[in-house]
């Protein structure tokens, strides 16, 4: 029964999400190495990208990309995790640089965390019935295991040593993805305020 009632929920997920996550993985290991640079490519000054502006605020180092506001997920909570760019940039981190990825990760969760009590509180969840209630549910139930496996992940990158970083950083990579989707799900299943 349990299943069945999940069923509605996993299938409006997998719309938002659009497969983002696993995209983003299958994206990460097929990226040809970048071409070696020309000399006169290599005395040409770079011109810096256009900063992108946030969809929520983040506080603090960014190493985690973030879209646009006028992009169509930018302006949602799940924006702010933007996944799709985020999984690749995770998992191309060093080890010396994990410290300002962890803060990221960590300041990007607190804001989720933030946003999604405020949005839960405006949608006054007490008054949801039948499906609605059970999609609203089980939603939050799978954001708070995404939220703990995720806490896990970086709790072990902090930890890690060279020689495990990789493996960690590929379960932190996934883990944040998983994450990000959970959080999907919970913005498809609050009703609007």
């Known amino acids: 029964m349990t299943q069945k009632?999940?069923?509605p929920h996993l299938l409006r997920?997998?719309?938002l999400v659009g497969g983002i996550a696993a995209a983003s993985l299958l994206k990460a290991q097929a990226q040809?190495?970048?071409p070696a640079a020309t000399p006169a490519a290599a005395a040409a000054?770079?011109?810096?990208a256009p900063a992108a502006k946030p969809a929520l605020p983040v506080v603090g180092t960014k190493v985690l990309p973030t879209p646009d506001r006028g992009t169509p997920i930018g302006g949602t909570i799940t924006g702010l995790l933007d996944s799709s760019h985020a999984v690749s940039t995770i998992q191309r981190q060093e080890l010396d640089s994990r410290a300002?990825?962890?803060e990221d990760m960590t300041q990007r969760m607190a804001t989720v965390?933030?946003?999604l009590a405020e949005?839960?509180?405006?949608?006054n969840p007490d008054e949801l019935t039948g499906d609605s209630k059970k999609d609203f549910d089980q939603s939050w139930k799978d954001y708070q295991k995404a939220k703990a496996k995720l806490e896990q992940s970086v709790e072990a990158a902090r930890n890690a040593d060279a020689k495990a970083w990789e493996r960690v950083r590929s379960t932190l990579a996934t883990d944040y993805a998983f994450?990000?989707?959970?959080?999907?799900?919970?913005?498809?299943?609050?009703?609007?305020?």
Do not use: M, W
């Open 179 to 193: 994450y990000a989707a959970a959080v999907a799900g919970v913005e498809v299943a609050t009703p609007s305020s």
């Open 13 to 15: 997920l997998t719309a």
């Open 5 to 7: 009632s999940s069923l």
């Open 119 to 123: 949005s839960r509180q405006k949608a």
């Open 113 to 115: 965390d933030q946003q």
């Open 32 to 34: 040809p190495a970048a």
């Open 100 to 102: 300002p990825l962890l």
């Open 45 to 48: 000054p770079e011109t810096p």
